[in-house]
């Protein structure tokens, strides 16, 4: 993890690309077509919404239809500032290109989940109601290419004898810290705080409770002021597909979010200690205070099996009640909180065994 951060946002901001050559020229291509899409926003007569997006502004008032107008228009504004700060990445910061490609996955993916819940009005099938579903996975694939490096920047031989030595002495420093860390984390009055590890569970817990609370608030208000039918096998779907899409966004968001206040918070820290201390110094003690070592993966390990158990209990729970002929939705809605308690308890119990320790 830390290092897909390194790579989303590298320190220093350089103009040193170091992923997959496609995918710099593929930002290439969404770069111009943002531009060029921004500018018939802009000047196009309608703004692009009945000649490209297909509205039927002849069946407005002329009122609304000015208001519809300039709302594309002022979205092309938006997007020209966007395609800007692309064309700024691609001459000066070129290092950026992976957070780019994370942006334009949380831009498509809530384009994709807010078209779903506030649909407007169309005659037709707009180009970019098919090109969200396009870009999606097309920016994922980019983003996994960009963070892996090219032949022509892998090390010689001997500088990656010298890293994995580097590597096995920092493993070897950071594992001997960590045990003093948690032997010292109790303070003589019993307080305790929390480490990385920990504060970051803690968010996961508290982002996944918030997606499966605002999903039942979604569906239930819904259903109750008649807009939808319990019945409605269409909208529990899309409502899931919408709510899973949107808890990636907030992961993705909240890590890089998450990331940032931490290492300000250590950076602030170290400050504070001694105002003398230098930045190599605060950054290496922000990479061995995020590294994680076998303790932590054994806690992923025997954590995931509890989320694995319940999401399986719910899925075999599903079959049952499809065996006695129950409705399919409620088969559906227990898959989707099985799976959705199964990953919120793996949190859980990663905190505990933070605070308790394995046994």
Same mark, same amino acid.
């Given at each position: 993890?830390?290092?897909?951060?390194?790579?989303?946002l590298?320190t220093?901001?350089?103009?040193?690309?170091?992923?997959?050559?496609?995918?710099?020229?593929?930002?290439?291509? #969404?770069?111009?077509?943002?531009?060029?899409r921004?500018?018939?926003?802009?000047?196009?007569?309608? +703004?692009?919404?009945?000649?490209i997006?297909?509205?039927?502004?002849q069946?407005?008032?002329?009122? @609304?239809?000015?208001?519809?107008i300039?709302?594309?228009?002022?979205? $092309?504004?938006s997007?020209?500032?966007? +395609?800007?700060?692309?064309? #700024?990445?691609?001459?000066r910061?070129?290092?950026?290109?992976?957070?780019?490609y994370?942006l334009?996955?949380?831009?498509?993916?809530?384009?994709?989940?807010?078209?779903?819940?506030?649909?407007?009005?169309?005659?037709?099938?707009?180009? +970019?109601?098919?090109?969200?579903?396009?870009?999606v996975?097309?920016?994922?694939?980019m983003? #996994?290419?960009?963070?892996?490096?090219?032949?022509?920047l892998?090390?010689?031989k001997?500088?990656?004898?010298?890293?994995?030595i580097?590597?096995?002495?920092?493993?070897?420093?950071?594992?001997?810290?960590?045990?003093?860390?948690y032997?010292?984390?109790?303070?003589?009055?019993?307080?305790?705080?929390?480490?990385?590890?920990?504060k970051?569970?803690?968010?996961?817990?508290?982002?996944?409770?918030?997606?499966?609370?605002?999903? $039942?608030?979604?569906?239930? $208000?819904?259903?109750?002021?008649?807009?939808n039918?319990?019945?409605?096998?269409?909208?529990?779907?899309?409502s899931m597909?919408?709510?899973?899409?949107?808890g990636?966004?907030i992961?993705?968001?909240?890590?890089?979010?998450?990331?940032?206040?931490? @290492?300000?918070?250590?950076?602030?820290?170290?400050?504070?200690?001694?105002?003398?201390?230098?930045?190599a110094h605060?950054?290496?003690?922000?990479?061995?205070e995020?590294?994680?070592?076998?303790?932590?993966?054994?806690i992923?390990?025997?954590?995931m099996?509890?989320?694995f158990?319940?999401?399986?209990?719910?899925?075999?729970?599903g079959?049952?009640?499809?065996?006695?002929?129950?409705?399919?939705v409620?088969?559906?809605?227990?898959?989707?909180v099985?799976?959705?308690? $199964?990953?919120?308890?793996? +949190?859980?119990?990663?905190?505990?065994?933070?605070r308790?320790?394995?046994?």
């Amino acid at each position: 993890m830390r290092k897909i951060m390194d790579n989303i946002l590298p320190t220093p901001i350089t103009n040193h690309y170091q992923g997959h050559s496609l995918t710099k020229w593929v930002f290439v291509l #969404i770069t111009i077509v943002t531009i060029i899409r921004s500018i018939i926003h802009i000047v196009a007569l309608d +703004g692009g919404a009945q000649s490209i997006a297909t509205i039927p502004l002849q069946l407005y008032s002329s009122a @609304a239809s000015d208001t519809i107008i300039m709302l594309f228009a002022l979205w $092309g504004l938006s997007q020209l500032l966007i +395609g800007l700060v692309f064309m #700024i990445v691609l001459l000066r910061y070129q290092s950026l290109i992976p957070a780019m490609y994370v942006l334009l996955i949380i831009e498509y993916t809530m384009r994709i989940i807010i078209g779903v819940m506030k649909p407007i009005e169309t005659v037709g099938t707009a180009p +970019g109601g098919v090109a969200n579903y396009v870009i999606v996975p097309v920016a994922l694939l980019m983003f #996994i290419m960009s963070l892996r490096q090219s032949d022509s920047l892998k090390v010689s031989k001997k500088q990656e004898l010298s890293n994995i030595i580097s590597l096995e002495v920092k493993i070897y420093l950071t594992y001997s810290k960590k045990i003093i860390y948690y032997m010292s984390n109790k303070s003589n009055k019993g307080d305790y705080i929390m480490s990385y590890q920990e504060k970051r569970t803690l968010f996961t817990i508290i982002s996944g409770l918030f997606i499966l609370v605002s999903y $039942g608030l979604y569906t239930y $208000g819904r259903i109750q002021s008649g807009l939808n039918a319990f019945e409605d096998l269409k909208f529990w779907t899309n409502s899931m597909l919408m709510f899973i899409g949107l808890g990636i966004v907030i992961t993705i968001i909240g890590q890089i979010v998450f990331h940032i206040l931490i @290492a300000i918070s250590i950076a602030i820290k170290e400050k504070m200690k001694d105002q003398s201390t230098s930045e190599a110094h605060i950054e290496k003690t922000i990479q061995s205070e995020m590294v994680s070592d076998e303790m932590d993966k054994l806690i992923e390990m025997k954590s995931m099996q509890i989320s694995f158990f319940f999401a399986g209990m719910g899925f075999v729970a599903g079959l049952i009640l499809m065996a006695f002929d129950y409705s399919v939705v409620i088969m559906l809605n227990l898959l989707f909180v099985s799976f959705s308690l $199964g990953s919120i308890l793996e +949190g859980i119990a990663q905190f505990v065994y933070y605070r308790k320790g394995l046994r």
